[in-house]
């Protein structure tokens, strides 16, 4: 099939990172309490970030046949 | 593989991050559906996706459409219920069977160029057995998707406070968008998504749990203080040997009554690990059809391989929460297991109880079984004793009661519950709405699954086969259009059904199972015993079929009543149903007596009735009859051979490390 998965999944997981890792930057410490103090938004937005520009980057490499 | 029970009653509150998340997610599962448009030519490409697939994509949407959410809150449920043996759902059940799908079955199917699972069985044996088939499939499959959008809708409904009808239709519509537009192929590819979405949301979630209760070794020990006392947490009545809920075999091999599942060895490894999973993974559609759509003969037998690695280790993801849950509420670690709520009627009728026994002397341990009836809990604190023998010596006040009950009472546990309440204890905004999303991801995928898997069998192997014969293809692309707005209409007037008449569903599926229990016996003789015949083998899945609701009727779990959990013939004959030691081992127990008289009818029936069929139309279809595939294309280590033995053995290991 002509659409790459891997193009929606990587541009997707890489916006939500982002607003992740954003929103992760400018909130109080004190919502990340029940996530026993780390600020889970910033580092798994991060993550998510890595994903999804894995993703991105692997689906416009020239494919191979 | 669980039934639908109300989900937890607990409202969250999303901030607009979250809502974006959501979003996000919605418009890119439409989006992939707008771009899929284009793709849509034939019919083949709107129901089979032509064959185009590669093998990881097809690879991840065979696990992902089984991973629907009910799965998810189901598995999580069990692990709380039985520990660590609830991986024997994928280690002994699916593991196994998705390798022998790939190695053994997978090359007639792909092979035989049929369309769907009961096209197959069309040019295997007859028209009656793919009539049978094709027809208990496609209801099943709306039941199914009915089903989940109805827990999906009552879950909106209860932790966000959308309204039920809203909720319904909105996520319905959403799927239906995208299934339109982009057929088998935006399903698939939007169960890619959910597997990463499931994984990438649930993920932070499980090491938070995990982090706070102080590590897997802290955990286990937690566990064993819980299996030799599950009264407290309402887990269980009787006490286990330490080792009941963090080994998977040992407390088996000690026979029904030393697990907390009531199941035993033979039961447990015949029953659910060879009848009842590889009649599901290498028979029903809904997966099979995810390999079909692969692009080639070696891309479809790898898709289950493939398939198998994340399913192997999905328990982290789906049974651990329910196990740390249970240790969170055992370390006291602020969270207790979600309980089934109680009215205040309840609790009044229950205090009228406990004056009436107390006043009859009745003994304390009776007065307090008979209020813990009354007011549906497990039972009592132990401090609740003194309140009835001091009851017993002088009366005491109906409000002083009501107290004592309210503080002593030992909830039940609503298991379902489980995962979210862990998703609702760790997430703050943000990644909540990552978790919440990842669920709804769940349900909607789960429904765009069946609605492939309907759209397909409906058009093909009924509407094709016994409607309309000779039309254009441009004619049956249209009918699977229409098919899966049809099939979408049907999920949600089924899920009302579902809401309206709750007995009446699991009279539904009880039904249904019946009919899936001897499948596979139908199968094995069909792929690997050329002398079944279609008569054969048409009447021996009707036998089985019998015989699953004879065996029903005529067995009970200890615990429950006549009725849809069975006893009903037994209870028409006069005599007493054969006992079994949970629902669990009754179920194991009936796949097997199905599975054991479907092939005998199915054999007996075939030696005396004549083969219509010949040795060459039978080439491709029959094991012995077809030339074996020399697949010189792809190097020995991507040989579906080779990565089954690899795989089988990772499996075996991870048994034995959690043996």
Known sequence: MGLDIRLPIGLMFSLIGLLMTGYGLFTPAAIYERSLGINVNLWWGLVLVVFGGWMLISSLRPQKK | ?659
């Not at chain 2, 049929?114 to 088939?133: G, I, Q, T």
């Open chain 2, 1 to 659: 593989m669980s039934l639908p029970s109300p989900l937890l009653a607990v409202a969250v509150n999303l901030a607009w991050i979250d809502y974006t998340i959501l979003i996000a997610y919605t418009a890119f599962v439409v989006g992939i559906g707008f771009a899929l448009k284009r793709y849509m030519k034939t019919s083949a490409d709107f129901l089979t996706s032509g064959r185009s697939i590669p093998a990881w994509v097809t690879g991840l949407a065979f696990m992902s459409a089984n991973l629907g959410a009910l799965e998810l809150v189901g598995m999580a449920a069990s692990g709380a219920k039985y520990g660590i043996s609830t991986a024997h759902f994928y280690w002994v059940g699916a593991i196994p069977a998705m390798i022998f799908l790939a190695v053994f079955m997978m090359p007639f199917y792909y092979g035989s160029k049929a369309r769907s699972v009961p096209e197959y069985l069309k040019m295997r044996f007859d028209e009656r057995v793919r009539c049978l088939n094709s027809l208990t499939f496609a209801v099943m499959t709306v039941f199914a998707s009915g089903i989940s959008m109805n827990a999906l809708a009552k879950l909106l409904n209860q932790l966000l406070g959308w309204d039920y009808h809203a909720a319904l239709w909105i996520c319905s519509g959403i799927v239906l968008l995208y299934v339109l537009k982009g057929g088998l192929t935006s399903a698939i590819y939007t169960e890619v998504l959910q597997f990463f979405m499931i994984v990438l949301g649930f993920a932070p979630v499980v090491y938070l749990g995990l982090k706070d209760v102080g590590g897997y070794g802290k955990l286990k020990q937690a566990l064993e203080g819980v299996a030799t006392h599950p009264q407290p947490l309402a887990l269980a009545d009787k006490s286990f040997s330490s080792d009941a809920w963090t080994s998977a075999w040992t407390p088996l091999l000690h026979g029904p009554s030393a697990n907390p599942m009531g199941v035993d060895l033979f039961a447990m490894v015949f029953g659910l690990g060879f009848v009842l999973s590889f009649g599901y993974w290498c028979t029903n559609f809904l997966v099979v059809q995810r390999a079909m759509a692969a692009r080639n003969m070696t891309a479809a037998r790898q898709t289950p391989l493939i398939a198998a690695v994340p399913k192997m280790l999905m328990p982290v993801l789906v049974i651990l929460p329910g196990m740390l849950a249970v240790g969170l509420a055992a370390l006291n670690k602020g969270y207790d297991l979600p309980k089934v709520a109680i009215s205040s009627g309840d609790t009044t009728a229950a205090v009228a109880i406990f004056q009436s026994a107390t006043a009859s002397k009745q003994s304390p341990e009776q007065v307090s079984q008979a209020v813990a009836n009354k007011l549906g809990a497990f039972g009592f604190k132990p401090e609740f004793i003194t309140v009835i023998t001091q009851a017993e010596t002088s009366a005491i006040p109906d409000s002083q009661v009501r107290t004592a009950i309210e503080q002593n009472a030992i909830l039940k546990n609503d298991y379902d519950g489980v995962i979210l309440s862990l998703v609702k204890k760790y997430c703050p905004s943000g990644l909540l709405g990552l978790a919440l999303t990842a669920l709804l991801a769940s349900f909607m995928s789960g429904m765009a699954g069946n609605v492939t898997a309907f759209n397909t069998v409906w058009t093909y192997d009924l509407y094709q086969a016994y409607i309309a014969k000779d039309k254009s293809d441009a004619h049956y692309a249209w009918m699977g259009r229409f098919a899966t707005i049809a099939g979408i209409l049907l999920s949600i007037a089924c899920a009302y059904f579902a809401k309206n008449f709750n007995n009446a569903m699991d009279v539904v599926q009880l039904v249904f199972g019946f009919v899936n229990a001897p499948l596979f016996a139908t199968f094995l003789l069909g792929m690997f015993w050329a002398r079944t015949t279609g008569t054969g083998a048409f009447l021996g899945l009707l036998g089985g079929t019998a015989t699953s609701a004879i065996f029903h009727g005529l067995s009970l779990a200890t615990g429950n009543g006549v009725g849809v959990k069975g006893g009903y013939f037994a209870q028409l004959l006069g005599i007493q149903p054969i006992p079994f030691p949970s629902e669990m081992a009754q179920n194991f127990w009936l796949a097997t007596f199905a599975f054991g008289v479907c092939l005998f009818l199915t054999v007996a029936i075939s030696l005396a009735t004549k083969q219509t069929k010949t040795a060459n139309d039978l080439r491709g279809l029959v094991y012995s009859l077809t030339p074996r595939i020399v697949n010189d294309e792809v190097p020995w280590y991507q040989k579906p051979e080779f990565l089954g033995i690899i795989l089988l053995a990772g499996c075996v290991i991870l048994n034995i490390i959690f043996f």
